[in-house]
């Protein structure tokens, strides 16, 4: 079954922070030079507070879907349009979207907490100010008596917990994620997604997750996009019939393994296309 936006449950209510932000693309393409449409008119309504998954075959566009959305690359044709608008990046101002990447890319000469802290030292928040938001992030994320210490002291997965903290200290209203967890063991992996769950039901922003595992975009997202191979198209947009509260032993309900199967459907449907 497939659904529409006119489905989608109330947004969640956040408890602090900004809240989210609908996102809508209508139409949106883009096409290398000299290359074949990667995104050849898309359409997607996010609503405010969603937490959305994005899977697909490599290669198919998602990357490039998430960098239209961030603004770091424009599209060719079509519209993006953010619901209320972003603030205009005027100095100054902080970025109401945060990016997370593969790779943490964290600065090694800077300390865990000095590199959380970046962003807001960037926009020119005072030093006790950026610090105390900085610390406050990383406690959340288990990071409390790590921030001292430098990126090549951390295990991969602490590296991650520092680029989400960094990301989310801003408090963005769109968090876009790329894979962010794909390097990372499967046990060091289920509690990051623990974490991102609580900072999202905490913070209320919009979260666009791109993944490889159907079942961590299961476990994470209230709805999830099936695309297909290159040119990405929809090929499923479900909200997933799962219990709001996300608890480990989801993954081996009959109801997980029943959606994972209709992704997977999806997934294989898009791939052949
Ligand atoms: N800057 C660029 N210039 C030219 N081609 C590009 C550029 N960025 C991406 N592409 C091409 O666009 C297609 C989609 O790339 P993209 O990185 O969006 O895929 P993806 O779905 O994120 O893949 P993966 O799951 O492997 O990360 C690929 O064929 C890629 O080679
Ligand atoms: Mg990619």
């Not at 101002?93 to 600065?107: G, T």
């Not at 928040?125 to 990383?138: D, F, I, M, N, T």
């Not at 297909?228 to 996300?246: G, Q, T």
Request: proline share 8%.
């Amino acid at each position: 079954m497939t659904s529409t936006p006119s489905d989608s449950p109330a947004p969640v209510a956040p408890d602090e922070g900004p809240g989210g932000v609908r996102v809508r693309l209508s139409g949106l393409r883009r096409t290398f030079p000299g290359g074949v449409p990667v995104i050849s008119g898309m359409d997607l309504d996010i609503g405010a507070g969603a937490f959305v998954a994005l899977v697909g075959p490599s290669g198919c566009g998602k990357s490039t879907l998430l960098k239209l959305v961030a603004g770091l690359d424009r599209p060719d044709a079509g519209t993006l349009t953010f619901s209320p608008p972003l603030e205009q990046h005027t100095r100054g101002a902080r970025n109401p979207i945060a990016y997370v990447f593969q790779d943490a890319h964290l600065l090694p000469w800077r300390s865990v907490l000095d590199n959380v802290a970046l962003p807001l030292e960037l926009t020119g928040v005072s030093a006790p100010e950026r610090h105390a938001a900085a610390r406050a992030l990383l406690t959340e994320v288990g990071l409390g008596d790590a921030t001292a210490r430098y990126p090549a002291e951390l295990s991969g997965g602490m590296r991650m917990r520092v680029s989400l903290a960094r990301a989310l200290v801003t408090r963005p209203r769109l968090l876009l994620l790329d894979e962010p967890f794909a390097a990372l063991d499967e046990l060091t992996r289920n509690r990051l997604d623990d974490q991102l769950l609580a900072l999202w039901k905490e913070l209320g922003m919009t979260v666009l997750f791109v993944t490889h595992s159907l079942s961590e975009a299961a476990y994470l997202a209230q709805r999830a996009v099936v695309l297909s191979r290159r040119p990405a198209r929809v090929m499923l947009d479900r909200w997933l019939d799962l219990p709001a509260e996300r608890r480990a032993s989801l993954r081996s309900e009959p109801g997980f393994a029943r959606e994972l199967g209709l992704l997977q459907e999806a997934l294989e449907r898009g791939d052949a296309a």
